[in-house]
């Protein structure tokens, strides 16, 4: 067991493909001081992601790196690696990155790549996790925040959070409750890493210094409103 | 898409294998009037189970039909049809029943038979889902009831409900809030199936005239002090 403490001010590169709502959400976390990072890179594969709109908006280094522009995904790894390094980033953040990241990435940041997952991992693994979970009828649905290992959707996780599945919901219903939750723990998972209160143990993350009833609150999202 | 509307005062058949502490929390809904229900009987596998005291206490009829009696399983499911029947029962309740139904019983009591299981399907089917999820390292964990269909725990769901995994839970610690947890989701499945509230429709479980919010309150179990 070891823990991973970050220096003061965590530099961390978020990678995306999409719109960026996730990237969005952990900006203003960083703006009301609920994460003490600094975004020192935002790094897409599609230049036509809104996402890097977001980040230029807001003052952060944007990259491009088209996946289609290298013949084995390990050059495109090594391009990834060489950029978040020359930022010095010290926390890889999956935010909608489209890409499986491959062990050039996480040997180049071992234990500092984390991603978020629209399901209760693992349950739904693999694309479009809000869709599987819809079709299969459950009534829990939710998203994981985790670290990432060589296996898709697999690596210890950091917290997770359970919305409930409405009788009159269509899947983007669905889809945009889970989308408001991500946006709560993504931010939250992240100001624990760069915070130095994750420790990783096997399968387990433990979570130091951290009340336990405050913890359940973020995972068990409470919704009055069915917001 | 059809109803499941039973008689006023829905006859019930209960199958268990061990202590059934689900059996008593379904008696003491029935005694408080939150199940329009009679238990018509107890079964169990097993001679030795306590919720056999359990039902005898509540001068409910038991009969044990032990499987090992029986060469082939679907002797032994014929035999558990044969009483369910002479007991009018209408609906079959599976409470920590230990051995698999078979093709006998879902087509003598097609979509009147329901299970729990501890985990938040479709995630740890099978055998201990509790101590698949705590190894696994989960932060939410919980329990579902279903429909009982021909594959294990795979049914179309009715309610589900989340726990959180504490940083301090042992493996027993985890069972027992899952356990508090069932006791609680399970006799208010009942009460929905009996009183004519839920229509299957494919592998979704629409549940008719009950508010939303209720119901999501109802999945994502407060713990003020994790209780």
Redesign the interface.
């Known amino acids: 067991m070891w823990s991973l403490k970050l220096s003061d001010m965590t530099k961390i590169g978020v990678l995306i493909s999409g719109s960026g709502s996730n990237l969005q959400s952990i900006i203003e976390a960083i703006k009301v001081g609920e994460i003490g990072a600094e975004i020192a890179v935002v790094i897409s594969n599609d230049e036509t992601a809104y996402g890097l709109t977001r980040a230029t908006d807001n003052g952060i280094p944007v990259k491009v790196i088209k996946h289609g522009d290298y013949a084995e995904r390990q050059e495109f790894d090594k391009e990834l690696v060489r950029v978040l390094r020359e930022c010095e980033v010290e926390l890889v953040v999956l935010a909608g990155f489209m890409r499986v990241v491959g062990t050039v990435l996480l040997e180049a940041f071992p234990d500092r790549v984390i991603n978020i997952h629209p399901a209760?991992?693992?349950?739904?693994p693999g694309t479009d996790g809000q869709a599987q979970a819809f079709?299969?009828?459950?009534?829990?649905a939710?998203c994981?925040v985790h670290f990432v290992d060589e296996k898709i959707d697999h690596g210890?996780?950091?917290?997770?959070?359970?919305?409930?599945v409405?009788?009159?919901d269509s899947e983007s219903d669905l889809k945009a409750r889970i989308l408001r939750c991500e946006h709560k723990i993504f931010p939250y998972a992240i100001a624990l890493y760069c915070s130095g209160k994750l420790h990783i143990d096997?399968?387990?993350?433990?979570?130091d210094g951290v009340d336990?009833?405050l913890?359940?609150q973020q995972?068990?999202?409470?919704?009055?409103g069915?917001n």
């Open positions: 209760i991992l693992p349950a739904f079709v299969y009828g459950v009534k829990l939710g994981t210890p996780i950091i917290i997770q959070a359970a919305v409930p409405l009788s009159g096997g399968r387990r993350v433990i979570i336990d009833v913890l359940a995972s068990l999202i409470s919704c009055p069915l």
